[in-house]
């Protein structure tokens, strides 16, 4: 078989296995963040920007909440009912939250959103911009 039929199928092959690797670390830490003496990972840095231009509106900066919509730090969701929330949006009494699955600032970055807030629930990252990890 000629290389140049063969090179691009290994470098597919490579990326997607990169994919399921991070995935499943993911999901046996349950952590989806990394930080590095005090320096966040491109994925959670992203959330703080993507967090910070849609959802700080309502649920405030940082995640720590405001008047009429919940601290997402003090009660973060799992990862799933966190999918389906910020897609579908939630209606809890007369608090409607839309959904986002339409905004292309956030339906494809709602992982790298949890990251934040998860390191922020978690007590692992603190308030304010943080500083990114250079790799």
């Excluded at 830490?29 to 700080?56: P, Q």
């Excluded at 900066?61 to 730090?73: I, N, Q, R």
Aim: glycine letters at 12%; one cysteine or more; proline letters at 6%.
């Amino acid at each position: 078989m000629p290389l140049w039929l063969v090179l691009p199928s290994v470098a597919v092959f490579t990326v997607a296995a990169g994919f399921a690797a991070s995935s499943q670390a993911e999901l046996a830490s349950g952590k989806f963040y990394e930080i590095v003496g005090g320096k966040v990972d491109a994925r959670t840095y992203n959330g703080f920007r993507r967090y910070h231009g849609s959802c700080n509106h309502c649920h405030g900066p940082d995640g720590m909440g405001s008047t009429f919509a919940s601290a997402l730090v003090d009660r973060l969701p799992g990862i799933e009912v966190f999918r389906r929330s910020v897609r579908d949006g939630v209606r809890s009494g007369p608090s409607v939250m839309k959904g986002f699955a339409d905004d292309p600032n956030v339906a494809p970055y709602i992982d790298d959103i949890y990251a934040y807030l998860q390191a922020r629930a978690d007590g692992a990252l603190g308030r304010g911009r943080p500083e990114r990890l250079e790799r």
